[in-house]
């Protein structure tokens, strides 16, 4: 059984930075693919990136790409989201999150409890 557990977020102004980190608190993500999700008040759960389980291939949503980057310490048992020139619209709790291999592509079955990101305009 895998616990996650995110860390990171904040109060950051337009055009701002923050990087969300993601750790194992029990068990280890090794070899699982890893993602971030993003949830906004009233509107459901979006896909931000995802990253292999040996950190080779790294996919974006359109809204993420250019802006941010997702990359793991394999050996450290960590993921990271790096999120740049933040925009009022990325405001939201952003879930990190793990996926057993062989599951289906956005199928992922260990979250974390989420930090709270807020872009202040």
């Known amino acids: 059984q895998v616990q996650l557990v995110e860390s990171g977020g904040g109060l950051v102004q337009v055009g701002g930075s923050l990087r969300l980190s993601c750790v194992a608190s029990?068990?280890?993500?090794?070899?699982?693919?890893m993602g971030w999700f993003r949830q906004a008040p009233g509107r459901v759960r979006q896909f931000v990136a995802d990253?292999?389980?040996?950190?080779?291939?790294?996919y974006y949503s359109d809204s993420a790409k250019d802006r941010f980057t997702i990359s793991r310490d394999v050996a450290k048992n960590t993921m990271s989201l790096q999120m740049n020139n933040l925009k009022p619209e990325d405001t939201a709790v952003y879930y990190c999150?793990?996926?057993?291999?062989?599951?289906?592509?956005?199928?992922?079955?260990?979250w974390g409890q989420g930090t709270q990101v807020t872009v202040s305009s």
């Open positions: 029990r068990g280890t993500f090794s070899g699982y693919r």
């Open positions: 999150a793990a996926r057993t291999p062989g599951r289906n592509r956005f199928d992922y079955d260990y």
């Open positions: 990253i292999s389980g040996d950190g080779d291939r790294t």
